[in-house]
Structure formats: C-alpha cells, structure tokens
C-alpha cells in the first residue's frame, strides 16, 4: 500500500515511474520466479531447489542487470518489499551465517548505486504484537498462511521450529537482522514506526521525505 502511495504521488507530480510489486508476474529480481514466496506460495519448494550459494550467486546478477536497464529510463523506480523483505529474509531462512548477510546487503547496495536509491522503512516494532494483530485483522486463512511462509524454511528446520511459536521466534530474529540491516543501510533512509496508528503522518513525512513538491 505505501509502494502504490509513492507511486500516486509521482503520477499527480507528472514524474514516470515503474511501480514493482513483490507479486509481480516475471518481477525482474526474485529469484526463483514463480517458486519465489508471494501470494499462496510459501517457498518451500524454492528452499528446496536453492542454496545460500545459489541465491547470493543469482541475486546480484539479477539486480546488475535491473540497474543497467534502470540507467537508461527516466522512470523512477518503486521496489515493493525491496531490498530486505524479498531477499534478505529469505536468506535467512535460508540460514545463511551474519557474515554472508552482511557482504550480500553490500553487494547489493554496491550494484544499486548508480540509482541513487532511498529506503523507506516501515518499522513494525515488536514482532510478536504486531503479527498478532495482523492475524486477527486479516483471519484464520491468512494466519496459517503466513505461518507456513515463515516455518516451511532450512531455519526452522534445524531448530524444530512449528506453528504460531515456531512462526514468533523466526519473526524476531528477522526483526533483529532488518534493525541492523536498516543501520547499515549508506543511502538515504526514512525509517517510519507506528504508522497503522496514524497514516497520513506517515504520508506527510513519506512527501517530505521524498521531496515530490519540489520536483513539480
């Protein structure tokens, strides 16, 4: 919802933009295609065909070669989930090491940075409360599979971990690595907690974040 929000607000600006969800249909930089995790797919099956070495392998190639297209349009690109929840996650459940992580998130920047990037962060704060309420928002058929889409995974494979608890303890590690992952982060970032309490603060600041006014 944020990603379309951006993109609204470039359209009403007049300024060219490629919008890409994370469930986009042939989406340039998941890696897996259609084994990736999105929709109803959990990526059991892509953890089962892939390996850290593979992913880190194909990722970077996969994003070099959405920058040297990016290069050449005057669109301004808007990456739903990107960099960290469609790749960065999924390493971690794949469980890559701190090191591996660390050195993927800097190969990515380093690719990415002829773009110019921002990152707009949304953060959830606790993990556990926030998936609650999301499950109780959202119903039983999203809960469970939103269970399967964290559990079905090598992390929670060799750490015994299932169900609702498995799902919480896979959620604050990955809380955990994206607050260190966003710190790390060397371009521009706006990091915006709480939004769900009030949205159009967090779209007032998303505006001046982005500096859309001045871009008329």
Same mark, same amino acid.
């Given at each position: 919802?944020?990603?379309?929000?951006?993109?609204?607000?470039?359209?009403?600006?007049?300024?060219?933009?490629?919008?890409?969800?994370?469930?986009?249909?042939?989406?340039?930089?998941?890696?897996?295609?259609?084994?990736?995790?999105?929709?109803?797919?959990?990526?059991?099956?892509?953890?089962?065909?892939?390996?850290?070495?593979?992913?880190?392998?194909?990722?970077?190639?996969?994003?070099?070669?959405?920058?040297?297209?990016a290069m050449h349009s005057?669109?301004?690109?808007?990456? /739903?989930?990107?960099?960290?929840?469609?790749?960065?996650?999924?390493?971690?459940?794949? /469980?890559?090491?701190?090191?591996?992580?660390?050195?993927?998130?800097?190969?990515?920047?380093?690719?990415?940075?002829?773009?110019?990037?921002?990152?707009?962060?949304? /953060?959830?704060?606790?993990?556990?409360?926030?998936?609650?309420?999301?499950?109780?928002?959202?119903?039983?058929?999203?809960?469970?599979?939103?269970?399967?889409?964290?559990?079905?995974?090598?992390?929670?494979s060799s750490r015994s971990?299932?169900?609702?608890?498995?799902?919480?303890?896979?959620?604050?590690?990955?809380?955990?690595?994206?607050?260190?992952?966003?710190?790390?982060?060397?371009?521009?970032?706006?990091?915006?907690?709480?939004?769900?309490?009030?949205?159009? /603060?967090?779209?007032?600041?998303?505006?001046?974040?982005?500096?859309?006014e001045s871009r008329r």
């Open positions: 919802m944020t990603a379309e929000y951006v993109a609204s607000e470039l359209e009403q600006h007049k300024i060219p933009y490629r919008l890409l969800r994370e469930r986009e249909t042939h989406h340039p930089l998941n890696v897996g295609g259609d084994l990736h995790p999105s929709g109803r797919t959990t990526g059991a099956q892509m953890f089962a065909t892939y390996t850290v070495g593979s992913f880190v392998e194909e990722s970077p190639t996969r994003w070099k070669a959405f920058v040297t297209e005057e669109r301004v690109n808007i990456l /739903d989930s990107y960099p960290f929840q469609n790749s960065v996650r999924i390493l971690l459940q794949m /469980d890559a090491d701190p090191g591996t992580l660390a050195a993927y998130q800097a190969s990515v920047e380093e690719a990415a940075a002829g773009l110019d990037p921002v990152l707009i962060y949304l /953060d959830p704060g606790d993990a556990e409360r926030a998936l609650a309420a999301i499950a109780e928002q959202r119903g039983r058929a999203w809960t469970d599979y939103a269970i399967a889409v964290v559990t079905e995974c090598p992390y929670a971990l299932q169900g609702m608890d498995g799902a919480m303890t896979i959620l604050k590690a990955y809380k955990r690595l994206l607050d260190e992952s966003v710190a790390r982060f060397r371009s521009p970032r706006l990091v915006l907690p709480g939004c769900h309490r009030s949205w159009p /603060d967090c779209h007032t600041r998303i505006r001046e974040f982005l500096r859309v």
